[in-house]
């Protein structure tokens, strides 16, 4: 019992200090910009109280573009300190052997299979239409260089060195691999805070910590995170209303409709399932006890 408090006291370390470095350097983001638009007259400080709160200062139009380039900047600082710190502490070092881990063959099918889930997942999410509370904020940052690359590289890069090496792998090497892909992909879920993305993150969090096991290669999962992130960012930058357009009344049944979706997911699903079979046959058996193909390397 000692040693599972232990665990669960590391694991909990991470994820604080994961929220906490977020909290810290976007409110320091947020008071670097709010004194810098008042020094170039954007906005008017009447008192510290004012700045304290920022909330109303944030949200006024003349800092609309400040905004986005606040939360962009605080989002990639504390991106690149948690990766440092998960360094520091040896809860993941990413290698440069991480490159040469995977057979390109194993590599295309993962990344298929991550391909053809995420098509397969939307349709399931969009089916229990739940709410999206950062919609609006991503459309925003998308338009943003440096929020661009934060959502479509930096961030999936951190989220899977956490996620899946740090988290995933430090439970496999204690517990029933399943036990610890399952709990590595809820606590995935929960922390993105937003209901679609709950959800969403906690399934394809299931399929990247089944593939992680598989492979042993973090390559794999961080490749296919990126390829999720980079087509949500795509969709939200050139089709920002693509969710949210009716299909006009009478140009195709409803039920023509509910046909053609569940259709289309089981097509996708059972692509899944063929690229999963495929991939767990290319791979040779997975050592026990299960490690990282990059550790000691």
């Known amino acids: 019992?000692?040693?599972?408090?232990?665990?669960?006291?590391?694991?909990?370390?991470?994820?604080?200090?994961?929220?906490?470095?977020?909290?810290?350097?976007?409110?320091?983001?947020?008071?670097?910009?709010?004194?810098?638009?008042?020094?170039?007259?954007?906005?008017?400080?009447?008192?510290?109280?004012?700045?304290?709160?920022?909330?109303?200062?944030?949200?006024s139009p003349a800092m609309s573009d400040i905004s986005v380039w606040t939360v962009s900047i605080g989002l990639f600082v504390s991106s690149v300190a948690m990766l440092l710190f998960l360094y520091c502490i040896k809860g993941y070092r990413l290698r440069l052997s991480i490159f040469k881990s995977m057979p390109l063959k194993s590599l295309f099918l993962s990344t298929m299979l991550v391909l053809s889930s995420m098509f397969a997942l939307n349709i399931f999410v969009q089916w229990l239409g739940l709410d999206d509370n950062m919609e609006v904020l991503f459309g925003d940052i998308v338009h943003n260089i440096l929020g661009v690359i934060t959502i479509s590289l930096i961030a999936p890069l951190l989220e899977e060195v956490l996620f899946r090496g740090a988290i995933q792998g430090y439970m496999m090497r204690r517990y029933n691999p399943w036990t610890a892909i399952v709990c590595a992909a809820l606590i995935f879920g929960v922390t993105h805070m937003n209901p679609v993305q709950i959800v969403y993150a906690a399934l394809i969090g299931v399929i990247f910590g089944w593939i992680y096991y598989r492979t042993g290669s973090l390559l794999s999962v961080i490749v296919g995170h990126v390829l999720n992130n980079s087509m949500a960012a795509v969709t939200l930058l050139f089709f920002p209303e693509?969710?949210?357009?009716?299909?006009?009344?009478?140009?195709?049944?409803?039920?023509?409709?509910?046909?053609?979706?569940?259709?289309?997911?089981?097509?996708?699903?059972?692509?899944?399932?063929?690229?999963?079979?495929?991939?767990?046959?290319?791979?040779?058996?997975?050592?026990?006890?299960?490690?990282?193909?990059?550790?000691?390397?």
């Open 1 to 59: 019992m000692k040693n599972v408090f232990k665990q669960a006291g590391y694991i909990l370390l991470l994820l604080l200090a994961y929220l906490a470095f977020q909290v810290f350097f976007t409110f320091v983001a947020v008071m670097a910009a709010i004194f810098y638009a008042d020094a170039k007259g954007y906005i008017s400080i009447a008192s510290f109280e004012q700045v304290l709160d920022y909330g109303d200062l944030m949200s």
């Open 242 to 297: 693509s969710n949210a357009l009716p299909v006009p009344e009478g140009v195709i049944p409803p039920e023509a409709q509910i046909v053609s979706e569940v259709m289309t997911f089981l097509f996708f699903a059972a692509l899944s399932v063929y690229f999963a079979v495929k991939l767990h046959r290319a791979q040779p058996p997975v050592p026990s006890p299960w490690r990282d193909v990059t550790e000691g390397v």
